[in-house]
Each structure stands twice: as structure tokens, then as C-alpha cells.
């Protein structure tokens, strides 16, 4: 309980017996406040007033054990809308507090509140929080620490003997973020890249004005530390890694995996690792731990610059020079693969895999950077288009009801059924010169019925058009498993036959490879309205995404929950 130091107010029910996991154990009822406020803050030379809560950047952590259930109160203090996103919590029957803005709740108003009921079910680990409404969570972010229901005990890997805080890369921008929003919809092209990475909110001494306050981490020679890395990024994928000292991976989003070692890692937006650090280097050094871009597309905007915080020994001499660490090249595919390929699930007797063998519904959707037409053609886009993104040519429009209250109360006119489980036109998606004709989508809200417990076969095809880029993907109210990941254009006969069904990932969030395909595979037993989009912030606002509606069982605990009384107004 110690490392709950963070906004930690109290419990309002000691103990309960958790409903939600295989077998029973007693769990606890977690309270928290957060206050949206804009606060003052001081980067790249710089001071303006950024989105936080309770006034820190990053945010507070949540410390949790498996199964819990945390309550967060939110108290809206700012001066635009809100709403928070629990990445990575399944939410068992419970997509009223997922958060995502107009698909299971309207916005947390300016002077308004609303309380988040977050039930925790197998998740262990390392996943977090983050602001679900236009571009806020740039600086409304922060780690969800949850242990095994016995505490660190339960680990399944090599005990460490000290747990270090959450390190979260970010992106920060001297420009008010929303407004960097604004320019890139109203212009109708792609928005400034941002002006530095971050690790724990601190830039590094690479930037101007930026050496202090540098994040530091003091370690003790000959010990083992556990470290939660996450990756906040709004629209770049990252490597990380540490100076003259090797990471050995035994988790990620919230599940335990194989131990693999390495010396870099590469997470994309949303992603979240465990990693243990052996403190084995000389203690008269300094080392540094370095952030930058992964990025597929030289041709595509992107940040360049490099991040960087310290890692020292305890009784070291502090005043030397950092050694810095090699990094894989910018657009390195194959650095990218080899640390992909590394990542299985543990698949143990205590942490078994359950991977459907048996598919009732196969979908397959391309993911597309497109365009939409422009009066006069006079936007920023392609020869005077608007930049758009699409799932299966269709770019999502974001209704003024949730989908959620709309689904539950059968009002009509808000979203279509009927998404497609396939593209509408078979191309060659990866093409080096594509079908111009291809590239304009349409705008639409429409959603994805699935019965409940059936299971499903997805395979993400990313696509030439416009842009050839990679993709993350991640799913609300689901981890899911991620079968099968190659180049080129996926390939039903021949492509399934090396999938991984003994011991895939368990994933909230992956990468679709540029000009490649992903494949994932989960049953779809938690029923409710879930957002699925791409995690680059501007795919999404560009359209990337859809809604999966996973229907009622026939089981009173098939069904979704009620919804709380007191649901943020949409008028």
C-alpha cells in the first residue's frame, strides 16, 4: 500500500468479493479526486497553461491490485470540455465509464463532475489513464500500476528489489495543443509536428532550457529494478533505451510475457511495457536514457529530435558526462520487427492463453490514409484536398449523442449499422503506385454488431494510399491477441498457416506495419459500446476509427450494466 502516495483519499468500502475474476478474492474499493485545472508550466523557454489534473504533468498514478475497483471523481475546473479514458481496463459490462467522448458518454462540461466507476478484472501490471476528448490528453495522462491480488509475491519473473515510479514519454508543443488541433481541421491538412519528446514531462538537456529539471534516476550498484515505461506520445511511435545497460521485457499492457532481453524497445502511443533494469555498470558513470522517433515515412512529418533523461548510481560521480545510448535508425523496419517478434505471452499454467481456435466472424479492414473533397479544392491536402484517414473507406464522423446512450435507448438517427467486413473494392493495398481513383473516402458514423461470445478474426491491412504509414490500433473493453503480423498484402491461405495460436501477445494496442498487415483474435464476451481507432492522434481526428457494438447475452450477467444515474448531459 505504500506506493499509493498519489491523491490516494481513502476507501469507502474496505473490502469486497470481486465478481468479475475467475476465482473469488477479496478486493477493495479505491477512491480518487481529480481536478481539471489549466495550469502554469514552463518548457522550451516558454510558459503557458496546459490541461492538468490536480495540477501535475504528467498526472497522478493509480496504484491498484487485481480486481479492484477504483472510483475517480472528476471535477471539471477548466475551460473546455473533457472526458477520461482508462486504457486498457477491460470494464467488464460496464462501457459507461470507458470515457471515450461521444461513443459512451457526452463531455464533462466546464464547472460540471462526473464520477468514473473503474472495475479492474485480469488485468496485472502496467496500463493508464488518459483525456479522451479532442487533443487534451498531450498533458492529461498518467500510469495505472495494478499488482497481483498477493501483491509483487505474484510476479511471475525474477523478484526486483525496487520498483521505480512510471516513466511516460509524452510530446509537448510550445503552441496551445488545441490549437494546433484547430489549424490542422479548419486547413484540412497535417498539423505541426510537435517541438520535443518527453520523459516524465522533462524534455532533457538536449533542448533549449531544458537541463534543468532533467529527470534522474538513482540507482544502487548490483540491484534489480522494475520499471513501467508507457507511451503517451500523441503521433509518433518510439524507441527507448538506456545507455550501456540491456532491458529485459516480462509485461506488457497489463499481461505478463515471456522474459525477453534487449537492448532498445519500441512502443507505439498507447502501449505500455514492463521492464527490469540489472544496476551492473560502473557506478563512476552517468548513462543516459534516450527517446526518439520511430518513423515510417520520410516524406511525412515527423519529430526528430531526441529526448533524454539520466540514469546515475547512488555514491557515483554525478557531475560527469552522460554516455549515450545507440539507437536504432529512424526508419529502421527491421529493429522494429526483431523487438515485435520477441513479444509472446507467458502462457504458463498460472497465466494460460485462450486463444480461439474456432472463428465465427472473420473481418478484414484497410487501413488508409485518404482524402475528402474540398471546396474549390482549396485545403491543405493533396492538390487542394482535405486529409482524411479510413477503416474500410469509410472515415468515421463523430456523432452529437454518445453511441452508447443511443444504442441503449434505441435512438434513432445517430449511427448506421451494417460496417463492413471486408473493403469495398479488392486492390493491390500495398501497391508502389496506386489507383488514384482510390483515395477519396466518405464520411460516416458507422458501427460493427457482433453477438455476444462469438469469436472473431480481425486482420488490419494497411494500405499505399496517400501515405504509407504504419498504424496502432487499439480496442476499448478488450485485450485480444495478436496472431500474426507480416509485409505486403495479407495473404488468407497462405498467411494463416504460421500464425502464433500457442503463446501470442496479450495486447490492447499494436502496430499495423507500414505497407503490411496485422492479424488479432478474441471472443467477443463483454458486452457494450466499444471505440476502436487508430492511436496516432491525427489518424484518429482525420477519421481511423469505428465503434464494435457487442450485444447482449441471454444471462443477466451477459447484459450491460445500468448506466449511473448521474450521465453528462449532450445538450
Given at each position: 500500500?505504500g506506493l499509493r502516495?498519489s491523491?490516494?483519499?481513502?476507501?469507502?468500502?474496505?473490502l469486497?468479493?470481486?465478481g468479475?475474476?475467475?476465482?473469488?478474492?477479496?478486493?477493495?474499493?479505491?477512491?480518487?479526486?481529480?481536478n481539471i485545472?489549466e495550469?502554469?508550466?514552463?518548457?522550451l523557454?516558454?510558459?503557458k497553461?496546459i490541461?492538468?489534473?490536480?495540477?501535475?504533468?504528467?498526472g497522478?498514478?493509480?496504484?491498484a491490485?487485481r480486481?479492484?475497483?477504483?472510483?475517480?471523481?472528476v471535477?471539471?475546473l477548466?475551460?473546455?470540455?473533457?472526458?477520461l479514458?482508462w486504457h486498457?481496463?477491460?470494464?467488464?459490462?460496464?462501457?459507461?465509464?470507458d470515457?471515450?467522448?461521444?461513443i459512451?458518454?457526452c463531455?464533462i462540461?466546464?464547472?460540471?463532475n462526473?464520477?468514473?466507476?473503474i472495475i479492474?478484472?485480469?488485468?496485472?501490471?502496467?496500463i493508464?489513464?488518459?483525456?479522451?476528448?479532442?487533443?487534451s490528453?498531450?498533458?492529461v495522462?498518467?500510469?495505472?500500476?495494478i499488482?497481483?491480488?498477493n501483491?509483487?509475491a505474484?510476479?511471475?519473473?525474477?523478484?526486483?528489489?525496487?520498483?521505480?515510479?512510471?516513466i511516460i514519454?509524452g510530446?509537448?508543443?510550445?503552441?496551445?495543443?488545441?490549437?494546433v488541433?484547430?489549424e490542422?481541421?479548419?486547413?484540412g491538412g497535417?498539423?505541426n509536428?510537435?517541438?520535443?519528446?518527453?520523459?516524465?514531462g522533462?524534455?532533457g538537456?538536449?533542448y533549449?532550457?531544458?537541463?534543468?529539471?532533467?529527470y534522474?534516476?538513482t540507482?544502487?550498484?548490483?540491484?534489480?529494478?522494475?520499471?513501467?515505461?508507457?507511451?503517451?506520445?500523441?503521433?509518433?511511435e518510439?524507441?527507448?533505451?538506456i545507455a550501456?545497460?540491456s532491458?529485459?521485457v516480462?509485461g506488457?499492457?497489463?499481461a505478463?510475457?515471456k522474459?525477453?532481453t534487449?537492448?532498445?524497445v519500441?512502443t507505439?502511443p498507447?502501449?505500455t511495457?514492463d521492464l527490469?533494469?540489472?544496476a551492473?555498470?560502473?557506478?563512476?558513470?552517468?548513462?543516459?536514457?534516450?527517446a526518439?522517433?520511430?518513423?515510417?515515412n520520410s516524406?511525412?512529418g515527423?519529430?526528430?529530435?531526441t529526448?533524454t533523461a539520466?540514469?546515475?548510481y547512488?555514491?557515483?560521480?554525478?557531475?560527469?558526462?552522460p554516455?549515450?545510448?545507440?539507437?536504432?535508425l529512424?526508419?529502421s523496419?527491421?529493429?522494429?520487427?526483431?523487438f515485435?517478434?520477441?513479444m509472446?505471452?507467458?502462457?504458463?499454467?498460472?497465466?494460460?492463453v485462450?486463444?480461439?481456435l474456432?472463428i465465427d466472424?472473420?473481418?478484414?479492414i484497410t487501413?488508409?490514409i485518404?482524402?475528402?473533397r474540398c471546396v474549390?479544392?482549396?485545403c491543405?491536402g493533396?492538390?487542394?484536398s482535405?486529409?482524411?484517414?479510413?477503416l474500410?473507406?469509410?472515415?468515421?464522423?463523430?456523432?452529437?449523442?454518445?453511441?452508447?446512450?443511443?444504442?441503449?435507448?434505441?435512438?434513432?438517427?445517430v449511427?448506421?449499422?451494417?460496417?463492413?467486413?471486408?473493403?469495398?473494392k479488392?486492390?493491390n493495398?500495398t501497391?508502389?503506385?496506386p489507383?488514384?481513383?482510390?483515395?477519396w473516402?466518405?464520411?460516416g458514423t458507422?458501427?460493427k454488431?457482433?453477438?455476444?461470445n462469438?469469436?472473431?478474426?480481425?486482420?488490419?491491412?494497411?494500405?499505399?494510399?496517400v501515405?504509407?504509414l504504419s498504424?496502432?490500433m487499439?480496442?476499448h473493453?478488450?485485450?485480444?491477441?495478436?496472431?500474426?503480423?507480416?509485409?505486403?498484402?495479407?495473404n488468407?491461405?497462405k498467411?494463416p498457416?504460421n500464425?502464433?495460436?500457442?503463446d501470442?501477445p496479450?495486447?490492447?494496442?499494436?502496430g499495423v506495419?507500414?505497407n503490411?498487415?496485422?492479424?488479432?483474435r478474441?471472443r467477443a464476451?463483454?458486452?457494450?459500446?466499444?471505440?476502436?481507432?487508430?492511436?496516432?492522434?491525427r489518424?484518429?481526428?482525420?477519421?481511423?476509427a469505428?465503434?464494435?457494438?457487442?450485444?447482449n447475452?441471454n444471462?443477466?450477467?451477459?447484459q450491460?450494466?445500468?448506466?449511473p444515474?448521474?450521465m453528462?448531459?449532450?445538450?
Open positions: 500500500m502516495e491523491l490516494l483519499e481513502g476507501l469507502l468500502v474496505p469486497f468479493l470481486c468479475f475474476l475467475v476465482f473469488p478474492v477479496w478486493c477493495e474499493t479505491l477512491d480518487y479526486v481529480y485545472t495550469t502554469s508550466y514552463t518548457r523557454c516558454e510558459t497553461n490541461l492538468t489534473v490536480n495540477g501535475l504533468y504528467p497522478p498514478t493509480i496504484y491490485h480486481g479492484d475497483t477504483v472510483v475517480v471523481h471535477y471539471n477548466a475551460s473546455i470540455n473533457v472526458t479514458h486498457g481496463v477491460k470494464q467488464p459490462r460496464n462501457p459507461w465509464s470515457g471515450p467522448e461521444f459512451t458518454q463531455p462540461r466546464p464547472s460540471a462526473f464520477t468514473y466507476n479492474l478484472s485480469d488485468e496485472e501490471g502496467t493508464w489513464w488518459h483525456a479522451h476528448s479532442d487533443w490528453r498531450a498533458t495522462h498518467g500510469a495505472i500500476v499488482y497481483p491480488t501483491g509483487a505474484g510476479y511471475p519473473f525474477a523478484k526486483p528489489d525496487y520498483e521505480v515510479p512510471p514519454l510530446e509537448y508543443w510550445i503552441s496551445d495543443v488545441m490549437a488541433l484547430e490542422m481541421l479548419e486547413g497535417s498539423p509536428i510537435s517541438d520535443a519528446f518527453t520523459i516524465n522533462q524534455p538537456d538536449g533549449n532550457c531544458s537541463a534543468e529539471g532533467m534522474k534516476l540507482v544502487k550498484a548490483g540491484k534489480r529494478y522494475l520499471l513501467r515505461l508507457v507511451n503517451a506520445a500523441m503521433n509518433d518510439v524507441f527507448f533505451g550501456n545497460h532491458l529485459t516480462v506488457a499492457d497489463g505478463y510475457t522474459p525477453f534487449t537492448d532498445y519500441l507505439t498507447g502501449q511495457l527490469l533494469l540489472e551492473n555498470q560502473s557506478s563512476k558513470a552517468r548513462y543516459y536514457m534516450a526518439k522517433a520511430y518513423s515510417t516524406l511525412v515527423y519529430d526528430n529530435t529526448s539520466v540514469l546515475q547512488s555514491g557515483g560521480d554525478n557531475s560527469s558526462t554516455i549515450s545510448p545507440t539507437l536504432p529512424f526508419n523496419t527491421e529493429a522494429v520487427a526483431k515485435s517478434n520477441g509472446k505471452s507467458l502462457a504458463s499454467e498460472a497465466h494460460p485462450s486463444v480461439p474456432e466472424h472473420r473481418i478484414l487501413a488508409s485518404s482524402q475528402l474549390n479544392d482549396s491543405d493533396p492538390n487542394g482535405r486529409v482524411g484517414a479510413s474500410n473507406n469509410i472515415s468515421f464522423s463523430l456523432p452529437s449523442i454518445d453511441v452508447l446512450e443511443a444504442y441503449y435507448s434505441s435512438i434513432s438517427g449511427f448506421t449499422p451494417g460496417f463492413p467486413n471486408k473493403p469495398p479488392e486492390f493495398y501497391a508502389e503506385e489507383d488514384s481513383s482510390l483515395v473516402t466518405t464520411l458507422k458501427v454488431k457482433l453477438e455476444y462469438k469469436s472473431v478474426e480481425i486482420v488490419f491491412q494497411g494500405t499505399s494510399l501515405a504509407a498504424h496502432p487499439h480496442l473493453g478488450y485485450s485480444f491477441y495478436r496472431v500474426g503480423v507480416g509485409p505486403g498484402n495479407f488468407k491461405t498467411d498457416e500464425y502464433n495460436l500457442v501470442p496479450l495486447m490492447n494496442t499494436f506495419p507500414r503490411g498487415w496485422a492479424a488479432i478474441f464476451d463483454n458486452p457494450g459500446v466499444w471505440f476502436m481507432h487508430c492511436h496516432f492522434e489518424h484518429t481526428s482525420w477519421g481511423m469505428t465503434v464494435f457494438i457487442v450485444e447475452g444471462s443477466s450477467e451477459a450491460i450494466l445500468p448506466p444515474s448521474y453528462p448531459p449532450c445538450n
